[in-house]
Nanobody, 115 residues
């Protein structure tokens, strides 16, 4: 069993930056891939960025060049560095981990981009 806890969301002005963190605990060794998803009001949850066990990264086209996913294996923590934020980035951001038993989700953290 894996547990995930996100932090770092908040209110930021357009053009600003935020860094989200996701602390993982439990059966860490069973995790294959981790990622960040987001869900805006009235929209489906969508993939933002993903990192595989080997370190390969994937990004949604809408965030390429602005968001960076990374991890600190010693701290069992996943990060999402976000720069040049836009109002359309406003959403609840969820951390995701995939292991042999399937996906695990965090509780989400709200990111609001507004002036």
């Amino acid at each position: 069993q894996v547990q995930l806890e996100e932090s770092g969301g908040g209110l930021v002005q357009p053009g600003g930056s935020l860094r989200l963190s996701c602390a993982a605990s439990g059966s860490i060794s069973s995790i294959n891939n981790m990622g960040w998803y987001r869900q805006a009001p009235g929209k489906q949850r969508e993939l933002v960025a993903r990192i595989t066990y080997s370190g390969r990264t994937t990004y949604a086209d809408s965030v390429k060049g602005r968001f960076t996913i990374s991890r600190d294996l010693a701290k069992n923590t996943l990060y999402l560095q976000m720069i040049s934020l836009k109002p359309e980035d406003t959403a609840v951001y969820y951390c995701n981990a995939v292991g042999p038993s399937g996906p695990t989700w965090g509780q989400g953290t709200q990111v609001t981009v507004s002036s």
